[in-house]
């Protein structure tokens, strides 16, 4: 069974201090991994798509990576706009369509 | 562009009664799912339908949940029967192909009382 466990639940940042989330996932042939954010009251908006060890991709303040077993998210000089919470989700290769989602992490960036 | 289309967004039904949840799926998208989040509970899979097709109900309850995609219209998730405990957050998704990114719609809110 596919899980994935996502760190910390919540976080308090000031604005400008860089941090990183974690997505720590176990899955039978990853497919692929994503990242989306959540804002309250809405659904999840996309992010990133990783397929392999070593990919990264980049988006405004945003960096994703990606090893073996797990994926961060680095925040780099954050702002109070990037409050939300941020989720990890695994699709796994075994023949398998659905998305496993981790519980979120749970952003404040303080002005 | 318009993105995946969820209504109502909030619906209220008392116990026993039947509870309809529409979703369009983004033009030029063929595959749909459903998502249920509960409160401080992560997102989990129900249903994976393909137009006219269910592929993967694995996740959806045997008993008085059901789904579908037809041909023409939206992707309805139909609930029967609610109770308390099927009061969550009821999302829908639609991407290109099976190993294309899910695009969420906002989502469908609904209250048991």
């Known amino acids: 069974e596919d899980q994935v466990t996502q760190s910390p639940e919540a976080l308090r940042l000031q604005e400008g201090e860089s941090s990183s989330l974690n997505c720590s996932y176990t899955v039978s042939g990853l497919r692929g991994l994503f990242w989306y954010r959540q804002d309250p009251g809405k659904g999840p908006e996309f992010l990133f798509t990783?397929?392999?060890a070593g990919e990264e991709k980049e988006k405004e303040r945003l960096k994703a990576t990606l090893t073996k077993k797990e994926s961060f998210l680095h925040i780099t000089a954050p702002k109070p706009e990037d409050s939300a919470t941020y989720l990890c989700a695994v699709q796994s290769g075994a023949g398998s369509y659905q998305l496993t989602f981790g519980k979120g992490t749970k952003l404040s960036v303080i002005p | 562009n318009a993105g995946v289309m969820q209504n109502p967004r909030h619906l209220v039904r008392r116990r026993g009664q039947e509870a309809r949840l529409r979703c369009s799926p983004m033009?030029?998208?063929?595959?749909v799912y459903w998502y249920r989040q509960l409160p401080e509970e992560g997102l989990k899979f129900m249903v994976y339908?393909?137009?006219?097709?269910?592929?993967?109900e694995s996740g959806m309850p045997k008993e008085r949940f059901s789904a579908e995609f037809p041909k023409e219209g939206p992707s309805i998730l139909r609930i029967q029967q609610v109770v308390r405990g099927d009061s969550a957050a009821y999302f829908c998704?639609?991407?290109?192909?099976?190993?294309?990114?899910?695009?969420f719609g906002q989502g469908t809110r609904l209250t048991v009382v």
């Open positions: 339908l393909q137009k006219e097709n269910i592929i993967d």
């Open positions: 998704a639609s991407s290109p192909s099976d190993r294309g990114v899910a695009f």
């Open positions: 990783l397929y392999s």
């Open positions: 033009k030029g998208h063929s595959h």
